[in-house]
């Protein structure tokens, strides 16, 4: 009784989910839904089909949970909602500000067709959402602290290179190892942008551009880059693609605490990730949640809810027997 | 609409639990209860009321979570049980290899009573176990390892204490930094036991007493010594009180695993923890866990459960409205 799993969007998520689902023995992708042309989609799975986006209303009885793989800015805030009409679905909505609403649309489109939806899965939102609650509900007398990085971050990047003169660029946000100290040590400081991390640029610029003026550009941006120290290194085009072509990304969630009627004993508790893949890791976790979106429709529950919800068993292919025999 | 508390044993991790009550408003000391003369028992916390151990069933409509801090080895497998068939109970039982036997027993009791009980809450069993089985979850293809320490083992100073000639003892378990960068390397390798951890020993002796006999039998011990590398300090009684009174622990839990198609990415989650109080950090992890339990039991679930089966938003003080805005 393998569950069904429909990829909906192929870029980068899809391709990591595609490539997730072959490491779970009772996962199986039933089918990828695209709004290209799908004859167009090359997939890496043999035998299994391509969909228009618009169809997918049609296959509503070969597939258990929908992952959308879309993106946050216009693409979730339509298509989660949508889909959770017709499917169990997850998604990895990352807009912060906007999760409240997502989660009210999708949870009202899931609530009445009796589908279960898991929003804003991923890292972060997602495991360091997850690791400052169990942390916060821990150490309530205590201050939580987040570093991302050493990782690329697309929006710098594209920031980068709306820039006149600008060809190409990469941007990593390096989180600084002096406030990872101040902070690990449970002095509680208060940390400015500045002082929490580093952006470092690699541009390529166009020919006889002026180089000075756009460093300028890029250090001075509002937002991105004013706040920080940045570093800005012009490099070839050769250079970007063969040193900076990965997505890295990982970063830290930190709380320090205190304990005892005196408040006389302090606590550190530190989650990290190391992450060669960025989307391939985000495809993960998204995978491990459609797990749990089937077993939690298949006990009768509907309607949205987020990774702060789900009982973590749910998330194994191991039974709960076998979960507390080797993992208690 | 407070949640009442109740304290079963008050030793180091009942006073513990005493102190982390103090630090949630929606929580309640109601009650401790002792198998010493409760007159004898001076508690922190003016006007709640020290009971008989044996009369907790008269004070069945004054405690919503009776929080069990026996010892595994014999305590628990009894009271735990027995406290399940009257109220919503918690516990800390952390004798690895019984945890499935335990967990019937308490499953049975509790299931026929109507109550939840959740046992093995601490950092580990606890908080490791949910890490390994969240890290799992998320990289199948990969393997995890937990590293304890630096931090005191009571077993091994107990084993120390009970050496001919020997007084008192401390022994430190700590982490070899070389086997936690080759984990973190991603390079999975095969650790011994030897490679993974060294112990410390700080021993007063008696006057006279034979050291290098006392150095040898701790250096050959087996199970507990024999397979490490163990260094054994002799020293004053004095300094033993001032140095090393403290109950520190912590340790680190690493899964590193790979992702793609042809498994060709690397990714590292790593949790650690770095406790002032083994005891003081282990009961708030319970307390947090004795919301959850009532929160469920209020929702009409009864039976055993463990950290692996918690929603973790029950855990938190703060609404779901409030959590998905302020940690996702």
């Not at 167009?40 to 986006?53: D, H, L, N, Q, S």
């Amino acid at each position: 009784m393998s569950i069904r799993i429909g990829i909906f969007g192929y870029g980068n998520l899809g391709r990591g989910i595609e490539a997730a689902i072959r490491q779970n023995d009772d996962l199986t992708l039933a089918a990828v839904f695209t709004r290209r042309a799908p004859e167009t989609v090359k997939i890496r799975t043999e035998g299994v089909p391509v969909y228009c986006a618009d169809s997918a209303a049609e296959h509503v009885n070969d597939i258990d949970v929908m992952i959308m793989c879309g993106g946050s800015a216009t693409d979730l805030p339509e298509q989660t909602p949508n889909m959770a009409r017709i499917f169990n679905v997850v998604d990895s909505f990352d807009t912060h500000a906007r999760i409240p609403e997502h989660f009210a649309n999708v949870d009202k489109a899931a609530s009445e067709s009796g589908k279960v939806a898991v929003i804003s899965v991923g890292w972060d939102p997602g495991m360091f959402s997850l690791n400052r609650l169990y942390a916060g509900a821990i150490l309530p007398d205590g201050k939580d602290y987040t570093f991302w990085g050493k990782g690329v971050s697309q929006g710098h990047s594209d920031a980068i290179r709306r820039i006149d003169g600008v060809l190409d660029a990469k941007q990593y946000t390096i989180p600084v190892d002096e406030a990872l100290a101040a902070v690990r040590s449970g002095a509680c400081p208060e940390l400015t942008a500045r002082q929490k991390h580093i952006r470092e640029c690699f541009v390529v610029a166009k020919e006889g551009a002026d180089l000075a003026r756009i460093e300028n550009e890029i250090k001075t941006m509002p937002n991105y880059f004013a706040d920080y120290d940045t570093i800005v290194h012009f490099i070839t085009d050769e250079e970007l693609k063969r040193e900076h072509s990965g997505i890295p990304h990982g970063g830290f969630v930190i709380r320090t605490g205190r304990t005892g009627i005196e408040r006389e004993h302090s606590h550190v508790i530190e989650y990290s990730l190391k992450l060669d893949s960025n989307p391939e890791f985000t495809a993960s976790v998204l995978v491990a949640y459609a797990r749990a979106a089937a077993r939690l429709n298949a006990r009768g529950e509907k309607g949205c809810k987020t990774v702060l919800d789900v009982p973590p068993s749910l998330l194994s292919a191991e039974s709960a027997d076998e979960l507390r025999r080797r993992l208690l």
